[in-house]
C-alpha cells in the first residue's frame, strides 16, 4: 500500500470518528418530556468536537498552556530516557548472566505487577509533589516494557549466527557490538513506540494525583469543575504530544535499522 493511500485512509479514520461524535452530540434523536432535546452523546458529558477544537486553539493563543506543557515534557522525557537506558542495560545484563536472571526473576515479576497507582502517594512521600516522584512513576511504567523486549531479543539471537561467530574468531565485545546488538535493536525500538506514551502516562498521572502545574493538573482541574470541553481539550493536547514524540523516535529508528528488510508492499 503507497504512503498516500495509508495516510489518507488514516485521515478518514479520524473524520469519520469526528463526524459521529459530532452528530451524536449536536443532532437532537428525540425529545425528553420537559420538551429539551434528547442527544445520542450528550453535550453535558462528552461535549463536541468543534468545542473541543476552540478551547485547544484559545489555549494556545493565550498561551496558557506552554507552562503546563513543558513540565509534562520534561517530566516525560527523564521518565523516558532514565526507564529506556535502565530497560537496554539491566536486559542486555541479564540475557547475558543466566544465573543472574535466574536469581531476579521472581522479583522482577513481583514489582512488575505492582499496581503504578499504587506507587503514585510513596513517591510523592519519598519524592514530595515536584517532578521526580513523577518521574519516578513514568520509570516504573517504562523500565518493563523496554527490560522484556530487550531480554526477549537477546535470548532469541540465533544460535547458528552465534556459533559462525565464534568461528570467526570474534571475542564477546565484537559479538556484543556485531550480533546480539542487532538482534535487540528491532525489540529496542518496539518496546520504545509504547513506553513513550506510557511515560506521559506516568507522569499525567503523577500530576493528576498531587501537582500545581503540568497537563494531569489541568485535566484534574477540568473535572473538578465539571468542564468536560476542558477534559477533552487535555486529552487532544495529550494525544498530539505523544505522537509528536513517537515520531521523533521513528526518526531515529530508520537510519539505524536501515539494515533490516522492509515490509512486503501490496497494491
Known amino acids: 500500500m503507497s504512503r498516500t493511500k495509508l495516510l489518507f485512509l ?3 479514520v479520524a ?3 469526528l463526524a459521529i461524535w459530532h452528530v451524536g452530540s449536536t443532532v437532537p434523536v428525540g425529545a425528553a418530556a420537559n420538551g429539551k432535546p434528547v442527544f445520542l452523546l450528550p453535550p453535558f458529558f462528552f461535549s463536541t468536537p468543534w468545542d473541543v477544537i476552540k478551547r485547544v486553539a484559545t489555549m494556545f493563543i493565550e498561551g496558557s498552556v506552554y507552562k503546563h506543557l513543558m513540565i509534562t515534557l520534561i ?3 527523564l521518565a523516558f530516557a532514565i526507564g529506556a537506558s535502565s530497560g537496554v542495560l539491566i536486559g542486555f545484563w541479564f540475557a547475558r548472566k543466566p544465573l543472574v536472571a535466574a536469581v531476579f526473576d521472581p522479583y522482577i515479576k513481583m514489582m512488575n505487577a505492582l499496581p503504578r497507582v499504587v506507587l503514585a502517594p510513596i513517591f510523592a512521600l519519598w519524592f514530595g509533589l515536584g517532578i521526580w516522584s513523577k518521574v ?4 516504573t511504567l517504562v523500565f518493563f ?4 523486549n530487550v531480554y526477549q531479543g537477546v535470548r532469541e539471537v540465533s544460535p547458528v549466527v ?6 570467526l574468531g570474534m571475542n564477546e565485545r565484537q559479538l556484543l557490538r556485531h550480533v546480539y546488538w542487532p538482534a535487540a535493536l528491532s525489540w529496542v525500538f518496539s518496546s520504545l513506540h509504547t513506553s513513550v506514551g506510557f511515560a506521559v502516562v506516568g507522569a499525567v498521572v503523577g500530576e ?3 501537582s500545581s502545574a503540568g497537563l494531569g493538573y489541568l485535566i484534574h482541574q477540568a473535572e473538578g469543575v465539571f468542564d468536560v470541553t476542558g477534559v477533552f481539550a487535555g486529552m487532544v493536547i495529550l494525544m498530539i504530544f505523544v505522537m509528536l514524540i ?3 523516535v521513528t526518526a531515529i529508528e530508520k537510519p539505524l535499522l536501515v539494515w533490516r528488510p522492509g515490509e512486503t508492499k501490496t497494491v
Open 10 to 12: 488514516q485521515v478518514m
Open 15 to 17: 473524520v469519520v470518528a
Open 75 to 77: 517530566e516525560a522525557l
Open 136 to 139: 519516578w512513576l513514568g520509570v
Open 145 to 148: 516494557i523496554v527490560f522484556f
Open 162 to 167: 552465534l556459533a559462525n561467530g565464534r568461528m
Open 208 to 210: 493528576y494525583l498531587g
Open 246 to 248: 513517537d515520531l521523533i
